[in-house]
Every structure is written in structure tokens, then in C-alpha cells.
């Protein structure tokens, strides 16, 4: 099944109408063209590029309360590697990410279906209740949510007092994981769906008006039409979405003052690398603990990306 | 579409790892010029001239500014909040590492100075008249900021602990202020099981502070620092462990809550009688009486119990100190700020009038006006009284490590989490020990 929407993440280079050839007017071309991002490269140099290699650069040394800075070559990262308090952030951020990315994207998929169908009153208005959370600033986000979970004496604890029944404390230890990956959802729900209406939005009416020649329902359309055109938007979505979920930061550590004792600072490696950094005053082995994370992403993102192509190459 | 924005603020904290980090290279290079030798500038005149930047938490200092700049009227003072505790000592010690963007002047807390000293980031206030001062401040608090002859910081405020109680609980449960610790656990019983809502007392997992001040009390001395390369580390010692033990067993009944200190639900617990007693320090009467308003007239203040019946000791939970920085450029203003502020007897009134802290000079200790005041909050009794007979009792050889923030920053992983667990306390302590020996390795220091 062929879509535009297969655009999005591999679109087969479309044949380009023929050029003439020639070394000289293609390095004209080229010279044109590094003009006209170099605003973006002089930036991306400055912002990403040179911090980057300063952190590399960082990591290759240590320094000391006592002894000052001494070159350690791998040392940090051989650490890291051994870092109990690490591993487990990491795995921690594993389990959130094969239980809240699933469910957000699944419910992502229900709204934008939902509201493509037309058969919502006031489509507008809900599509624009369920974006909204992304428009509240995270740290906000974590500290309304904080609220609402409150043991003693919170909305939620309130409510179920009312109705008789015990709320379990969504702040302690075992909940705690829960309760963040319900904020991230929360917020970023609406983001997702916003991508996939637009997505099902650029489906050409034609296939619809062939499916109804064929006496296709709204749910085999659904099936049939709808759902694999979604499918690359799914893929990068879910790429996001890992990304996102390795690198939580903001969630944890305003819920940190509203539980300072579940939250440790090690729960997430972004947390774990700021607390280094900032309480331990550790910069060199956080800035070798950040590259051994974004190791982890990259591995984890082409793990799954190898997986969904190969899936939909079968398919 | 703009896909990469949508989970773009989550990624934040590493760019802004990796940003700040290149920030400090550049300013690093740009500035290595470290002040200038302090002996031909250590004259401080009604003249003295410069301007001064001043990070403090303590709101409005307005009148204390103005009283030393009729002293010394060609100071300039700017006071910024640069955020309570350690926000300020994060970006504190970001700054000084950068090599530039440090204030002239920092509020520090005792535990914190020699984080600062080893690192060499205060100015040693000595040569500028400091030592002088010494007869002015009460002999823990200069304890705490001088050492081998030199003066790294001036004491502005001390935190001898007591405990404030709810008398109306106490009566209507029919508890008699526990003298000792066997007493209070005693009456943790009582009160808990008559009423399983209401709790002696809270002890705050992440408040480190508080725990350290009762093992102070308790004869505990965590760390021991002879020389600046060498830290003895015994976070579980043998009182450390008394403390423990006798935590550990009222939390595994239940009998006192473990909430966190400081937030919604905490303040609620204690304006809404969830807690009988705050074991807290002297500046805590005042903090209370501005945050449970409703409760006036029913709480009174004792001083700890004791380990033993009869026996007077006490440790300190917080209070700060007045220290200038060595990125200063006018270290005589700075100096002669930090100086005033803290003992002026004028100024050191107004920090406790004004800002409601618990004095660290012996005069403002000994006034009557300030002994004899009472406080309806606490159904007339003369509050300052107690806590100034406390500060007398708090042992004076008492040391913090050279690396505290993270020593706290650990304590809430292992102690506290215990506590939140309602686990072994005893097995936390020795974990905790075990991180900090672990840590102090790592930085170069040799631990005995």
C-alpha cells in the first residue's frame, strides 16, 4: 500500500527531471548551496558541534577535590559501564518505555481516528482540548500533577475518601513510575495525534472513493486504509518517543520535591548526570556518563528501527 | 512539520550540561587573574570605597544595607537571591569554577564552608580584623568558620535545636512533655494508639540537616578533618547507631510519621495537628508562627530530650554564615560588609527582629529585651529564653566534610529512603558511610 504519507520517513528519491552534466556547474550548485545554510551551520557549530566536542574532551580527564585535574583516558567510561546507579536508571527508563509509549501512541492512534472520522460533535474543540496539555510547559505540568497525587491530602486521595475507598499513595515507591508515565502521557498525547490527523488528513480521496465502489465500511477503511497509511508517521513517532523517554528529566526531578526520597538522584540519567555534574561536582565522569547514554539511544532507536523495517518489508 | 520540537524540552538538561560546560572553557580562558594580594589592601576605612555584590536568601535586607552604608557611605551593596541553600551553593560553585560571574559577598550555611574552603573559594578574613570578632560570637558558631588562626566566614544566625509541642494534644491525650528519649518513644505509643491519625512527631526522610543535628546531639562526630588531604569519615558510629537503633524502632511501629519536610503536605500536618511536636531549630518558633497561623496559642517550646535524665546537650540544625569570595575585587568593602552585617550590634539586632533569626552573638544571647520577650503563639512563654539556654549546651567540636552536598545529597538514597521504607536503618547508615569513604577516595583524599 503506497500512500503520500510513506513520504515521511522513506520516501524513494523521486525521479529528478534530467540536468546537464558537468564538474564545474555542479560545484557552483554546491558553493550556492552551503551559502544559504551557512546561518544554520555557524550555529549549529557553535551550539552543538563545539559544546559536544568540549564534553568529549572533558571526559577524557578527572578532577579532583584533592590532586587536581589528571588525564584518565577511558577511566570514566570504564566506570560508567560498572555503575550500578547508572544501569538502573537505565533500565528503569527501559520498563517506562515499553509500557508508556505504547499506550500513548495506541491512544494517539484512537483520538486522531476518532476525529478523523467525522463523526465527533465539535471535532475543533476536542482536538484542541487533547494538544492543550502540550502547550503546558512540563515543569508546570509535573507540579499540577504533584498536586493532584498528593497522599494526604490530595484531589484524588479527597475523592476516593469521599467514595469510600482507599487511593493508593501514587507518590510512593511502587507508584511512583506509573504515576510519571502518566504525566508524560498526559502531555504528549495530543503532540502524537496532532501528527497522525495530519497524517490521515493527506490521504488522497480517491482511496476512499474507491473503498466505497468496493462497499468498505468506516471500520475496514479504517483497517485497510487508515491505519497502514499511519504506519511510517508510527515508526517516527515511536522514534521520538524513545528518545524522549531516555532523556526524562524534567517529570522526576519536580516530582523529586514532592517525594524526595522515591525519586533518588540517580532515578533517571539525565537526573543521574545532572546531579553529578551539579551536586557532586563530578563534570568530567557526567559528561562521560552522557555519552554512554546517548550510546544507549542510538542503540536502542536502530534496534528499533531495524526491527520496523523489516517488519514492513515482510508485511 | 515540526517533529523535532515535540520532544525537544525533554532533552534539555544535556545540551545544557554540554552548553555550561563550554561556557566554563571560555571563561576559564578569559579569566585566570586572581585577586590581588591582600596584604597592601587590608585596611578597611569609613572611606573605603567600591561596590559589592551580596547573594543572600534572607528577604528584604534593606535596613541592615542602610545601616552600613552610614558607616561606610561610598559602598555600594546590590543584594541578590540566587535561590535558598544549595540552588545558591549550585550556581555558587558553577561560578567560581567558571573563574568569574561569583558575588563579592555569600550567605553560607556552617555545613557548607569548608565545601567552599577546600576548593580555596573564600577569602581568608583575618587580615582584615576578623579575628577580633571572635569574642563577639558564641564559641561553636566561630567553631565552625575559623580554623589555624584564619576566619573564612562570620557567623549570621545559629540553629540550636528544641522542640516545640501542641500543649492542647499533650492534654487531651494525657502525655507530660518527655524529658528523655525513652519518655518520648513512650508517648509516641500512647498517642498513637489512642489516636491512630495524630503523630508525636514527623521525621523528615530528606532532611538531613535535622537527622545530623540529633546524632550531634547524641555525641555522633560524622567527620574528622585534621589536614586539608585527609578526611576521617564515621558516619556510623557508635552514637550515630544509638540514633539509629532508637529511629529505626519507632518507625517500624509506626508510632511517628515519615513525611517529607518543607512541602503542601507537611505544612498541612502541621497546621491541621497530624503532628504533636517539630523537633526543630531556633528558627523555627518564628517560621512556624508565620505558616500555621490557626494553631496560635496552642504550641509551646521545651528543649530535647536527653539520652540520659538529668544530662543538657544539644546539636544545631542550620544556620549561616557571611563569607566573601576570593573572585571579590574589592576585598576590603566585602570584608568590611560581611563584618558589619553580622556584628554591628545594631544590624545583628535587626537580622533577629527583622528576619527572624536566631542570633549568634553572645550580647544579643545575654540581652533581657530579647531574652524576656514573649510570644502569644506560644501562649506567652519566652521563647528565646529556651532556645538561648539551648545554644549554650550545643557541643562544640563538631565538623563537616569538605564535599557535604553530596554527603546530604547521599544521605536522602540510603538513610532517608530507609525511613520511607520503614527499612533497616542500621544497614542504610553503613551504606552511607560506604558511598561517602567511596566518594572521598575518588577525590583524592585519604581516608584513615
Given at each position: ?6 513520504t515521511?520517513v522513506t ?6 527531471p ?5 564538474p564545474?556547474r555542479?560545484?557552483?550548485r ?8 551557512a546561518?544554520f ?5 557553535a551550539?552543538?558541534?563545539a559544546p ?5 574532551y572533558?571526559?577524557l580527564?578527572?578532577t579532583r ?9 577511558l577511566?570514566?567510561?570504564?566506570e560508567?559501564?560498572h555503575d550500578?546507579?547508572?544501569r538502573d536508571?537505565?533500565l ?7 509500557t ?12 486522531a481516528?476518532?476525529i478523523?472520522?467525522g ?11 487533547i494538544?492543550?496539555?502540550y ?19 490530595g484531589?484524588?486521595t479527597q475523592l ?10 501514587l507518590?510512593?515507591g ?8 502518566n504525566i508524560?502521557?498526559w ?5 502524537n495525534m496532532?501528527?497522525f490527523?495530519?497524517?490521515l488528513r ?19 477503511v ?8 499511519l ?6 513517532t ?5 528518545i524522549?523517554?531516555?532523556q ?5 526531578s519536580i ?6 526520597n522515591?525519586?533518588n538522584?540517580?532515578?533517571t540519567?539525565?537526573?543521574y548526570?545532572y546531579?553529578l555534574?551539579f551536586?557532586?561536582q563530578r563534570?568530567n565522569y ?14 536502542v532507536?536502530?534496534?528499533?528501527v531495524l526491527v520496523f523495517s ?6 | 512539520?515540526k517533529l ?8 534539555l538538561?544535556?545540551?545544557m550540561?554540554?552548553?555550561i560546560?563550554?561556557i566554563g ?11 590581588k ?11 573605603t ?7 543572600t536568601?534572607v ?5 541592615e544595607v ?5 558607616k561606610?557611605p561610598?559602598?555600594?551593596?546590590n543584594?541578590?537571591n540566587?535561590g535558598?541553600g544549595s540552588d ?12 568569574k560571574?561569583?558575588?563579592?559577598v555569600a ?5 557548607y ?8 573559594s573564600l577569602?581568608?578574613l583575618a587580615?582584615?580584623?576578623a ?8 564559641d561553636?558558631a ?12 562570620i557567623p549570621?544566625?545559629t ?6 509541642y501542641r500543649?492542647?494534644?499533650?492534654d487531651k491525650?494525657g502525655?507530660a ?8 518513644a513512650a508517648?509516641a505509643k500512647?498517642?498513637?494508639d489512642?489516636?491512630p491519625k495524630?503523630?508525636?512527631t514527623?521525621l ?6 535535622a537527622y545530623?543535628?540529633?546524632e ?5 562526630r ?8 585527609t578526611v ?16 529505626s ?6 508510632t511517628v510519621?515519615t ?8 505544612y498541612?500536618?502541621?497546621a491541621?495537628g497530624?503532628y504533636a511536636?517539630?523537633?526543630?531549630a531556633a ?8 505558616t500555621?497561623k ?10 530535647l530530650?536527653?539520652?540520659s ?6 546539636g544545631n ?15 576590603a568593602?566585602?570584608?568590611a560588609?560581611?563584618m558589619?552585617?553580622n556584628?554591628?550590634?545594631?544590624s545583628a ?9 536566631f542570633?549568634?552573638?553572645k550580647?544579643?544571647?545575654n ?5 524576656g520577650?514573649k510570644?502569644?503563639?506560644?501562649g506567652?512563654?519566652?521563647v528565646?529564653q529556651t532556645?538561648?539556654?539551648v545554644s ?7 565538623q563537616?566534610s569538605?564535599f557535604?552536598d553530596?554527603?546530604?545529597?547521599e544521605f536522602n538514597d540510603t ?12 544497614a ?6 560506604g558511598?561517602?569513604?567511596k ?10
Amino acid at each position: 500500500m503506497a500512500s503520500s504519507a510513506d513520504t515521511l520517513v522513506t520516501a524513494p528519491p523521486a525521479a529528478l527531471p534530467r540536468r546537464r552534466k558537468g564538474p564545474r556547474r555542479k560545484a557552483r550548485r554546491g558553493r550556492a548551496g552551503y551559502l544559504f545554510v551557512a546561518p544554520f551551520l555557524l550555529f549549529f557549530a557553535a551550539a552543538f558541534i563545539a559544546p559536544l566536542a568540549y564534553a568529549a574532551y572533558t571526559s577524557l580527564f578527572r578532577t579532583r577535590l584533592v590532586g587536581g585535574t589528571v588525564f584518565a583516558g577511558l577511566q570514566n567510561y570504564r566506570e560508567v559501564l560498572h555503575d550500578q546507579a547508572f544501569r538502573d536508571g537505565v533500565l528503569r527508563m527501559a520498563r517506562f518505555l515499553v509500557t508508556q509509549v505504547p499506550i500513548m501512541l495506541v491512544l494517539a492512534v484512537a483520538f486522531a481516528l476518532a476525529i478523523d472520522s467525522g463523526r465527533l460533535w465539535g471535532p475543533r474543540f476536542v482536538r484542541l482540548s487533547i494538544f492543550l496539555p502540550y502547550a503546558v510547559p512540563s515543569a508546570v505540568a509535573a507540579l499540577m500533577w504533584g498536586y493532584l497525587y498528593g497522599p494526604s491530602f490530595g484531589p484524588i486521595t479527597q475523592l476516593a475518601d469521599n467514595l469510600g475507598v482507599t487511593a493508593p499513595n501514587l507518590l510512593s515507591g511502587g507508584w511512583m513510575l506509573p504515576s510519571i508515565a502518566n504525566i508524560v502521557t498526559w502531555e504528549f498525547v495530543g503532540y502524537n495525534m496532532i501528527i497522525f490527523y495530519a497524517v490521515l488528513r493527506a490521504i488522497p480521496a480517491e482511496l476512499y472513493e474507491a473503498a466505497a465502489v468496493d462497499g468498505a465500511g468506516p471500520v475496514r477503511v479504517a483497517v485497510h486504509i487508515k491505519l497502514p497509511a499511519l504506519r511510517p508517521a508510527l515508526g517516527l513517532t515511536a522514534i521520538f518517543s524513545i528518545i524522549g523517554t531516555f532523556q526524562l528529566f524534567t517529570e522526576p526531578s519536580i516530582m523529586h520535591t514532592v517525594a524526595p526520597n522515591v525519586i533518588n538522584r540517580s532515578y533517571t540519567p539525565s537526573l543521574y548526570a545532572y546531579n553529578l555534574a551539579f551536586t557532586d561536582q563530578r563534570l568530567n565522569y557526567a559528561a562521560a556518563l552522557s555519552f554512554a547514554m546517548g550510546a544507549v539511544i542510538v542503540i536502542v532507536t536502530a534496534a528499533f528501527v531495524l526491527v520496523f523495517s523489516r517488519r514492513r518489508a515482510r508485511s | 512539520m515540526k517533529l523535532r520540537e515535540g520532544n525537544g524540552h525533554r532533552r534539555l538538561p544535556m545540551l545544557m550540561l554540554a552548553l555550561i560546560a563550554a561556557i566554563g572553557l571560555v571563561a576559564a580562558a578569559c579569566s585566570s587573574t586572581t585577586p590581588k594580594s591582600t596584604a597592601s589592601t587590608a585596611t578597611i576605612s569609613t572611606s573605603t570605597k567600591g561596590s559589592i555584590t551580596f547573594w543572600t536568601w534572607v528577604k528584604d535586607m534593606d535596613k541592615e544595607v542602610a545601616l552600613f552604608n552610614k558607616k561606610y557611605p561610598n559602598i555600594k551593596v546590590n543584594v541578590v537571591n540566587a535561590g535558598q541553600g544549595s540552588d545558591e551553593y549550585k550556581k555558587l560553585q558553577t561560578a567560581l569554577k567558571a573563574g568569574k560571574g561569583a558575588p563579592d559577598v555569600a550567605q553560607i550555611e556552617y555545613q557548607y564552608v569548608p565545601t567552599f574552603t577546600i576548593t580555596n573559594s573564600l577569602l581568608d578574613l583575618a587580615p582584615y580584623g576578623a579575628s577580633a570578632l571572635q569574642a563577639k560570637f558564641v564559641d561553636w558558631a566561630w567553631g565552625q568558620v575559623a580554623k589555624d588562626g584564619k576566619v573564612f566566614a562570620i557567623p549570621q544566625d545559629t540553629g540550636p535545636m528544641g522542640m516545640l509541642y501542641r500543649q492542647d494534644l499533650f492534654d487531651k491525650y494525657g502525655i507530660a512533655v518527655p524529658k528523655t528519649w525513652d519518655e518520648f518513644a513512650a508517648a509516641a505509643k500512647t498517642l498513637h494508639d489512642k489516636d491512630p491519625k495524630v503523630y508525636l512527631t514527623d521525621l523528615p526522610p530528606n532532611e538531613p540537616g535535622a537527622y545530623v543535628g540529633l546524632e550531634w546531639q547524641a555525641g555522633a562526630r560524622p567527620f574528622d578533618v585534621q589536614k586539608t588531604d585527609t578526611v576521617g569519615v564515621s558516619l556510623n558510629d557508635t552514637a550515630a547507631k544509638k540514633v539509629s537503633a532508637y529511629w529505626s524502632g519507632l518507625v517500624k511501629d509506626g508510632t511517628v510519621a515519615t513525611d517529607p519536610d518543607f512541602t503542601d503536605a507537611w505544612y498541612q500536618g502541621l497546621a491541621s495537628g497530624k503532628y504533636a511536636t517539630w523537633l526543630t531549630a531556633a528558627w523555627g518558633p518564628l517560621f512556624l508562627q508565620g505558616t500555621a497561623k490557626a494553631t496560635a496559642g496552642k504550641w509551646r517550646v521545651a528543649p530535647l530530650p536527653q539520652w540520659s535524665a538529668g544530662e543538657q546537650a544539644a546539636g544545631n540544625w542550620g544556620g549561616s554564615t557571611t563569607a566573601v569570595t576570593k573572585q571579590t575585587k574589592q576585598p576590603a568593602a566585602a570584608a568590611a560588609f560581611a563584618m558589619f552585617l553580622n556584628s554591628d550590634p545594631q544590624s545583628a539586632a535587626l537580622l533577629n527582629t527583622d528576619q527572624s533569626l536566631f542570633p549568634a552573638t553572645k550580647a544579643l544571647l545575654n540581652d533581657p529585651t530579647f531574652l524576656g520577650q514573649k510570644l502569644d503563639f506560644y501562649g506567652g512563654q519566652t521563647v528565646n529564653q529556651t532556645f538561648a539556654d539551648v545554644s549554650s549546651t550545643v557541643v562544640t567540636s563538631f565538623q563537616w566534610s569538605p564535599f557535604q552536598d553530596y554527603v546530604f545529597s547521599e544521605f536522602n538514597d540510603t538513610v532517608g529512603a530507609a525511613f520511607t521504607k520503614k527499612g533497616d536503618l542500621d544497614a542504610a547508615l553503613d551504606s552511607w558511610q560506604g558511598a561517602v569513604v567511596k566518594y572521598a577516595k575518588e577525590q583524592g583524599f585519604t581516608v584513615p
